[in-house]
């Protein structure tokens, strides 16, 4: 397993619920696929750097897992397509 760490910034119009659905999703597509969360990291709202699509803040969140090479793609796909995630970046931490 390798480590990686996934950053993603939600719409900060959305709901408390929502935005615990969202996560909670990004954690399950993580552990369904036997990854392990090791760091979470709810930074909250926070100004944005530049703006996007008209909004100027969104709400962050950090999670550090180990996961196998395949699953990072997976995630980034259902990521991207889940409504209110506005920006998402996966890395990995071993060089």
């Known amino acids: ?6 950053l993603f910034i939600l719409d900060n119009g959305l709901t408390d619920e929502q935005k ?4 909670d999703m990004a954690k399950g597509v993580i552990t369904a696929d036997g990854g392990e969360i090791t760091e979470e ?3 909250g709202s926070r ?7 008209k909004k100027f803040d ?3 969140v950090v999670l550090n ?14 990521l991207r397509i889940a ?3 506005m920006r998402e970046m996966i890395i990995s931490k071993e060089a």
């Open 1 to 6: 397993m390798k480590k990686y760490e996934v």
């Open 20 to 23: 615990t659905a969202l996560i």
């Open 41 to 43: 990291n709810l930074m």
């Open 47 to 53: 100004k944005l750097a530049y703006p996007i699509d």
């Open 58 to 60: 969104g709400y962050y």
């Open 65 to 78: 897992f180990n996961a196998n090479p395949e699953l990072p793609k997976e995630l980034e796909r259902r």
């Open 83 to 85: 409504d209110g995630v």
